[in-house]
């Protein structure tokens, strides 16, 4: 929870897009608190705050959870400066004002979570939490058992140690090398910037679960609504958490 610009917090409680919400900060229509705010760069965090619009309270969507299998090659943004396609493309117009939990790069494809629960997608990107993620790597080259070994125990890169909480080798070739490998905590391109500190190259990369929730059979493009509860494995269960 933190606070994020008024006009991106009506977009992530499902009230209305950031472009309409800034038309009616700009014409003095909204309030905060019982304060009329005229600045779409006011910050503010979106759970504590009580909105109006021309006085009236504002309807906050009902919480809403996606899971969608995103193709490579589009990135996991609002709006992209050298005009790439994003997940947005992806999405009808009602559910425009969902977010991404967590990302997947440019070059990687696989489940990703979509949700207007700020204390969801908290919950699950905590590290403490231990969320496991579970990705299908292929590797140029041979991996062998000694470096699977370190990547178990932590790598360090940049600074920060890179640790796979589980990797199984599926098959090697001089060639290239298949994987599965677990994180519980999502740093910014960790696998492979832990491939490429043993000097190895990432040729594909897909995540095919997260939590308790599998890729299945959902195709490249596709998405359908899943149960938040649904995502926590049951050894981490819900905590103090409000679903």
């Not at 599965?180 to 999502?186: D, K, Q, Y």
């Not at 492979?192 to 929730?213: N, Y």
């Amino acid at each position: 929870m933190g606070q994020v610009p008024l006009e991106r917090a009506l977009s992530k409680l499902g009230i209305m897009s950031r472009a309409q919400t800034k038309r009616l900060i700009e014409a003095g229509s909204i309030a905060v608190n019982g304060r009329v705010i005229k600045d779409p760069a006011f910050l503010v965090v979106p759970e504590k705050i009580r909105i109006t619009i021309d006085g009236k309270p504002a309807a906050r969507a009902a919480a809403c959870t996606i899971m969608m299998y995103k193709p490579r090659g589009i990135v996991t943004t609002r709006s992209d400066e050298k005009g790439r396609k994003t997940i947005y493309d992806l999405l009808p117009p009602h559910l425009q004002h969902l977010h991404p939990v967590g990302r997947l790069d440019m070059a990687s494809c696989g489940l990703l979570l979509m949700t207007t629960d700020t204390q969801l997608s908290n919950f699950l990107t905590d590290p403490d939490n231990e969320i496991p993620r579970i990705y299908a790597v292929s590797v140029a080259g041979k991996i062998t058992d000694d470096e699977i070994k370190r990547l178990s125990q932590g790598i360090q890169d940049k600074g920060q140690i890179l640790k796979a909480s589980s990797i199984t080798l599926r098959k090697a070739s001089n060639k290239e090398s298949h994987l599965i490998v677990e994180l519980t905590e999502g740093k910014n391109r960790e696998i492979r910037r832990m491939f490429e500190a043993l000097g190895s190259e990432v040729t594909a990369l897909k995540r095919i679960a997260f939590g308790k929730l599998k890729l299945g059979d959902l195709i490249p493009g596709q998405f359908r609504e899943v149960d938040p509860s649904a995502v926590i494995p049951a050894k981490v269960g819900i905590r103090n958490m409000r679903i």
